[in-house]
């Protein structure tokens, strides 16, 4: 099935404590971003991919690292979290970036309290 | 920039009646539009999009949507509400490089018996 694959789902952490979720895709797609969402504010992009070892800041990137090594993953770190970081974290993928990859398949969140 | 404007943060409807979501986009050349949808504990569902073909785009579940360029709006309707489409919807328009969707704030669809 294809899908994009998110670990974990919940997440309670306490301030400073490094964490990574991971995010995996097994449809060979190019690009992948991560978002958050906040009530009120809509999702909001924090880093994307167009490839492996291509990535670039989003709107919100503050207080958070990605890489892409592999063409499947696309970790999001976060080296000293805080509780304004207090989010649902989506990771998503496309097959190509540009207006044609629009339409991305979303994994299922992952939520995550910092506290 | 691109920007997304969705009007009303809730909308309620009985069984059966029609469901319009609005949506108003702002773009410096022709967007890429799109309309998801959102079921509770799960991630988005990509219900339609526009790219620049058919003006009225048909989407899953008997969704559809009308882009009007004159309007700058892209609403999303449904000729009869099931208590199934309860969901928050959210429209989102492509950026200009293409490297990101910016959504709108969404909108809390309730259907009632």
């Known amino acids: 099935e294809a899908q994009v694959t998110q670990n974990p789902r919940y997440l309670i952490t306490v301030t400073g404590k490094k964490l990574t979720v991971t995010c995996s895709q097994n449809?060979?797609?190019?690009?992948m971003s991560w978002y958050r969402q906040d009530p009120g504010l809509g999702l909001r992009q924090i880093y994307y991919?167009?490839?492996?070892?291509?990535?670039d800041k989003g709107d919100v990137p503050e207080g958070y690292k990605v890489s892409r090594k592999e063409k499947r993953n696309f970790p999001l770190i976060l080296e000293s979290p805080s509780p304004n970081q207090t989010s649902l974290y989506f990771c998503?993928?496309?097959?190509?970036?540009?207006?044609?990859?629009?339409?991305?398949?979303f994994g299922s969140g992952t939520r995550l309290t910092v506290v | 920039a691109q920007s997304v404007t969705q009007l009303g943060s809730h909308v309620s409807v009985s069984e059966g009646a029609l469901v319009l979501l609005r949506c108003n986009y702002s773009?410096?050349?022709?967007?890429?539009l799109f309309w998801y949808v959102q079921y509770p504990n799960q991630g988005l569902q990509l219900l339609l999009k526009?790219?620049?073909?058919?003006?009225l785009v048909k989407g899953i579940n008997d969704f559809e949507a009308e882009f009007k360029k004159s309007e700058t709006s892209f609403h999303l309707t449904k000729p009869s509400a099931h208590m199934s489409d309860a969901a928050e919807y959210f429209c989102a328009v492509s950026n200009q490089a293409g490297t990101a969707l910016i959504f709108g704030k969404g909108t809390t669809l309730s259907v009632s018996s």
């Open positions: 526009y790219t620049s073909a058919a003006t």
């Open positions: 991919s167009m490839n492996v070892e291509v990535t």
């Open positions: 773009s410096s050349v022709p967007p890429y």
């Open positions: 449809m060979n797609h190019e690009y």
């Open positions: 998503a993928s496309s097959l190509s970036w540009g207006k044609t990859g629009g339409g991305y398949t």
